[in-house]
């Protein structure tokens, strides 16, 4: 956890609370205070993929969505890439599609996996399960961005054909 990531969540939830004090804020550098949660729960990733901002590596996120009553009725997600020079803000509510920076847009949709296409997988899958049959020469290269919500975006823009995630939280997603 560096200050990047709590002075930017300490700022999305105040500015939050000051405009709707009667809705729940949950994000990743909180501390558990249990409870019951109110009709309307804001989730906040301020920071998802702290090392490689830390190291300038542009694949990081910044994520929050809205639940209510603990269904996801809307969420935005920010990547510095593939605009470097400001990013892009992919977001969506439900019943009104998705839209990237205000402009609707369609995740393309792959009938199987290309084997010359890209997939991300987690840095702790090797470890846990093993390539069988030819599974790895079809299923695309590998490779590990180090944030879910980046690898999640770049399956919806089409960049890569896939994610596979493991460990995930709720603000991760």
Request: glycine letters at 12%; charged letters at 20%.
């Amino acid at each position: 956890v560096t200050l990047a990531d709590t002075e930017v969540q300490d700022y999305l939830s105040a500015e939050i609370s000051k405009r709707h004090p009667s809705h729940g804020v949950v994000g990743e550098e909180d501390i558990d205070r249990g409870g019951v949660a109110p009709d309307i729960v804001w989730v906040i990733d301020p920071l998802d993929g702290t090392r490689n901002f830390l190291h300038g590596l542009p694949t990081f996120a910044c994520s929050i969505g809205v639940l209510h009553r603990g269904s996801v009725v809307a969420g935005a997600v920010f990547i510095p890439w593939p605009c470097k020079d400001r990013g892009i803000v992919l977001h969506a509510s439900k019943g009104n599609g998705a839209r990237i920076d205000g402009k609707v847009f369609k995740t393309p949709v792959r009938e199987s996996a290309d084997p010359a296409g890209i997939m991300t997988l987690p840095g702790s899958f090797s470890s846990m399960f093993k390539f069988e049959d030819g599974f790895s020469s079809r299923s695309g290269e590998l490779r590990m961005s180090g944030s879910i919500a980046y690898e999640l975006s770049l399956v919806a823009l089409g960049i890569t054909q896939y994610a596979v995630i493991s460990g995930a939280h709720l603000w991760d997603i």
